[in-house]
């Protein structure tokens, strides 16, 4: 007989935080409208190495990270 006629309507991704989205993400995992919001947004905090980066380069960046979070 359905639902009665009424239709849950999705979230508005862009109002969302990303903590929000990415909850929501975890609890909708076949939404591919949210995943594509989600993998769409900066993340402020992320650290990006071109991959031509040497790896000696990359391993000295990665422990320099480190040594900022201790």
Known sequence: MGNGGTKLSKPNFQTMTL???RQY???H???QE???EFAARPRPNAVIVPADTPLEEQERIIKELADRTK
């Open 29 to 31: 995992r076949d939404d």
């Open 34 to 36: 949210a995943w594509d």
């Open 19 to 21: 903590n929000e989205l």
């Open 25 to 27: 993400v975890l609890a």
